[in-house]
T-cell receptor
């Protein structure tokens, strides 16, 4: 069975600074995908960034980037130039590779509550 | 276009009553998922639909939980004889049926269920 661990229940950062959220996972699968989702107080889960395990290059999306260390099974999220709107719960998630057009369910970590302070 | 919608937004019910939660996926999305988010258990997968069929029901916690999907669109999650431990936020997500690989799941705002 796959597991996802987020070891930081809460973090805070000053506006405009950089913060890194940690995530580790355990799997015996060779083909899989990793995601970071953001959940603001509105409850709506929003995809921040995704990484295919077969890709060596770290994914980036504007101010968000990941540090994917496949051998260490680590997938951290770096938020640069933090903004007040980044305040939210952040969830790391894992999905097994899928075949033949079927899709799979996400396995989530417990989340990290990030507060961006003015 | 419109995102995933869920209704009701909040539901308060008495222990032992049945409840129905509704999910309207993004138009054209053939894959649909239900998850449950609770303080104690975090985010848990419940069930996955591909079209109207459910190839994966492995996350349903008991036989009091069931779900259906009609017309390849709207889905209803039904909880019979609700218990206090069913109190949680129930999230629905949908995605395209991507033959080329994993598709991004888009989530609705959830239904907060409180069982008294």
């Amino acid at each position: 069975a796959q597991t996802v661990t987020q070891s930081q229940p809460e973090m805070s950062v000053q506006e405009a600074e950089t913060v890194t959220l940690s995530c580790t996972y355990d799997t015996s699968e060779s083909n899989y995908y990793l995601f970071w989702y953001k959940q603001p107080p509105s409850r709506q889960m929003i995809l921040v960034i995704r990484q295919e395990a077969y890709k060596q290059q770290n994914a980036t999306e504007n101010r968000f980037s990941v540090n994917f260390q496949k051998a260490a099974k680590s997938f951290s999220l770096k938020i640069s130039d933090s903004q007040l709107g980044d305040t939210a719960m952040y969830f790391c998630a894992f999905m097994k590779g899928v075949y033949g057009g079927s899709q799979g369910n996400l396995i989530f970590g417990k989340g990290t509550k990030l507060s961006v302070k003015p | 276009g419109a995102g995933v919608s869920q209704s009701p937004s909040n539901k308060v019910t008495e222990k032992g009553k049945d409840v129905e939660l509704r999910c309207d996926p993004i138009s054209g999305h053939t894959a649909l998922y239900w998850y449950r988010q609770s303080l104690g258990q975090g985010l848990e997968f419940l069930i996955y639909f591909q079209g109207n069929s459910a190839p994966d029901k492995s996350g349903l916690p008991s036989d009091r939980f069931s779900a259906e999907r009609t017309g390849g669109s709207v889905s209803t999650l039904t909880i019979q004889r609700t218990q206090q431990e069913d109190s949680a936020v129930y999230l629905c997500a949908s995605s395209l049926d991507g033959a080329g690989g994993v598709e991004t799941q888009y989530f609705g705002p959830g239904t907060r269920l409180l069982v008294l």
